[in-house]
């Protein structure tokens, strides 16, 4: 705190979600001083909770936004090639079932559009599988009616939370200054223009005021609310919606694209991790806190309905947990949820006679690193700065590949590997100083105690939540870590000096920030 009171940053982003880190990220790159804060927890908020997917998105085809789709498909590219051991290769099937002879020509139009508007890609091209075969692959799938499939490749980031971490740490790598856990309260102003903004510790309760050449405003879903103040009109720029996904036992061979009978709506089901699966998403309107999004009854059955009947002996009755994120759509109206276009927009208060601050309007996760690129370029452009970006280029930190051992065995080696990449040799290195940080946190799953202590030493894990939810991935498994709560407070305790009231208290906040996930569980 003290090292951003000391200084006038060139940026300051506010908003720690992957938008946020990556703009972070490729402004330190090119040689600007940057700090980074986030009200709560890095990628604690709409960045966890999506489908886990980077594609370039089939429905944007019926709406006609190729632009959209072409550029997604670039930065599906990138992110394999800069992210290799975050972002996967995914197979895709999207069954037929008595197809009218039109709806046959137009997915088969659709299919080749999409193969050709990645023509650079490095993925299999699609492919049409009959219905033995169809089935030979996916026995869980309905067969009354079925004729076939298509099949075709997107990619898959099933730890976007560390996609957000590794985006922060090569940023911080790189001179910037990050803090989590600490909310901008107010903008500092010099007359007409945005001189940086005051931030709140949420550990200290102390304010300390950031001074910085330019500020961005990346805050997803609470951007009206926080750029408020700077606006002369009422009239908000978000268009804000729900979506929710199960996590069931695995239900699927393969990832699938599939369509509510009762609505027609899109939706997914996709294995993720070794016995899982993601089921979502919903789309509706949404008012309200975005923190305090969560699913309701119906959203889940809807949910339920949609997959069993696609899948009629599949698990998805077993919820292991949900999670409900808030959608931040450019303002339409007129237009039904489903419909709202996912293209960012860049709003420069400049147009409202206020200097110095731009805020980012949307945008999906598959187009962050892109949107990075473009506030970054704008960025360097006010500031006369000239340095290019070279995020498309740069792998992220844990990309490196390296030959590590360790005192551990194989499983936990691979799991570290899985969540970590080439980072695991950090950990490794934490787990030589002391054998103890060798030890299992979970009898029944992999993972070692040293995972918690890089988690607070390296990562800037502050609570339970952070550590177990946003860092190690503990937390995104069947029993969310709560088995073994006890054990692991104590031992992030330890690394963060805890008491017993404070550890007490800690435990009592991570059961909270899970509850909503575990309404509909059943274990």
């Not at 290769?89 to 193969?115: E, N």
């Not at 694209?257 to 609505?263: G, I, K, Q």
Request: proline share 4%; charged share 25%; aromatic share 8%.
């Amino acid at each position: 705190m003290r090292s951003l009171a000391d200084r006038t940053v060139d940026l300051l982003v506010i908003g720690g979600g992957i938008i946020g880190a990556g703009i972070a990220r490729d402004a330190a790159l090119r040689g600007l001083t940057v700090a980074l804060v986030e009200q709560h927890d890095f990628g604690s908020g709409t960045t966890s909770r999506p489908t886990r997917l980077i594609h370039g998105g089939l429905r944007y085809l019926e709406q006609f936004d190729f632009g959209l789709v072409r550029s997604d498909m670039r930065e599906r590219e990138v992110l394999l090639r800069v992210a290799p051991h975050l972002v996967f290769p995914l197979a895709f099937l999207l069954p037929l079932y008595r197809p009218s002879l039109v709806y046959q020509l137009k997915l088969r139009f659709g299919m080749l559009l999409y193969d050709w508007l990645s023509l650079d890609k490095s993925l299999p091209k699609r492919r049409y599988l009959g219905r033995a075969e169809t089935l030979t692959l996916e026995p869980a799938l309905k067969a009354d009616g079925l004729v076939g499939a298509w099949r075709f490749y997107d990619a898959q980031v099933p730890y976007v939370e560390r996609l957000v971490v590794e985006n922060v740490l090569d940023a911080a790598e790189h001179g910037a200054l990050v803090l989590n856990h600490a909310a901008a309260v107010s903008y500092l102003r010099d007359g007409d223009r945005v001189i940086g903004a005051t931030v709140r510790d949420d550990a200290t309760r102390a304010d300390i005021q950031i001074r910085a050449r330019y500020t961005v405003n990346a805050t997803g879903p609470w951007l009206d609310a926080t750029i408020a103040p700077l606006r002369r009109s009422a009239r908000a720029l978000l268009r804000l919606t729900k979506g929710i996904h199960l996590v069931t036992p695995r239900a699927t061979e393969h990832a699938h694209v599939l369509f509510a009978e009762s609505d027609g709506r899109l939706f997914f089901v996709v294995p993720w991790g070794t016995d899982a699966s993601i089921v979502g998403t919903t789309d509706t309107d949404y008012r309200g806190d975005p923190g305090a999004a969560a699913a309701t009854e119906s959203d889940v059955r809807y949910l339920q309905q949609a997959a069993r009947r696609a899948f009629p002996t599949a698990p998805v009755e077993k919820i292991l947990f949900t999670w409900a994120g808030v959608r931040a759509l450019v303002r339409e109206e007129g237009v039904s949820e489903g419909q709202v276009s996912r293209k960012h927009k860049l709003f420069d208060h400049e147009r409202e006679n206020v200097r110095g601050v731009l805020s980012v309007v949307g945008g999906k996760i598959t187009a962050y690193r892109a949107i990075a690129e473009e506030v970054a370029d704008t960025v360097v452009d006010k500031l006369s700065h000239g340095a290019k970006g070279r995020t498309a280029e740069t792998p992220l930190p844990g990309a490196t590949p390296s030959t590590f051992s360790g005192n551990v065995d194989a499983e936990t080696t691979a799991h570290l590997r899985a969540v970590y990449g080439g980072l695991s040799r950090n950990i490794l290195d934490i787990a030589r100083t002391d054998p103890a940080l060798t030890q299992t946190i979970c009898p029944q799953q992999p993972g070692i105690a040293a995972e918690l202590a890089y988690a607070v030493r390296a990562e800037w894990a502050c609570t339970l939540g952070d550590v177990l939810l946003r860092r190690t991935m503990f937390g995104l498994r069947a029993c969310q870590g709560l088995d073994c709560i006890d054990s692991i407070a104590d031992r992030v305790g330890a690394e963060l000096g805890w008491d017993t009231d404070r550890k007490t208290a800690e435990i009592a906040a991570y059961r909270a920030e899970v509850a909503p996930m575990r309404l509909f569980s059943v274990t």
